[in-house]
């Protein structure tokens, strides 16, 4: 059985004395891959490419062109589509009050 490693994706951190010198096609320093995303965000790897579609910000880091993602992008953009919240009692007791007045 092969090692599976550690639990969700690795991502490339500041690591304090690490080397910031980049090899020809490593990941640079604070970003994921397709599927590092999609561990991330606990969704399919289809629908971070579907995020990507729709405007998720990516990388062309490697030197064969693989996509690459900051976690942080991934955050930012889940959080300028997220629904906002209404208020159903307020909303439900505007309706009411309208009701009672056209009454």
């Known amino acids: 059985m092969k090692n599976a ?5 690795t991502v490339q951190g500041n690591t304090p ?5 980049r ?8 970003y994921v891959t397709i599927h590092g995303a999609a561990q991330y965000a606990s969704v399919s790897a289809k629908t971070v490419t579907r995020w990507i ?4 910000p990516v990388h ?10 900051r976690p942080g ?7 300028r589509r997220q629904a906002p919240v209404v ?3 307020a909303l439900v007791d505007d309706v009411l009050q309208g009701l009672k007045r056209a009454a």
């Not at 004395?17 to 010198?21: C, D, E, F, V």
């Not at 992008?73 to 959080?79: K, Q, V």
């Open 23 to 30: 090899h020809p096609g490593q990941i640079p320093v604070g």
């Open 87 to 89: 208020n159903l009692h």
């Open 17 to 21: 004395g690490a080397s910031t010198t």
């Open 60 to 69: 062309q880091g490697t030197t064969r062109g693989k996509v690459l993602i």
């Open 73 to 79: 992008d991934i955050d930012a953009y889940l959080t």
């Open 53 to 56: 579609r729709s405007g998720l």
């Open 5 to 9: 490693g550690p639990v969700g994706p």
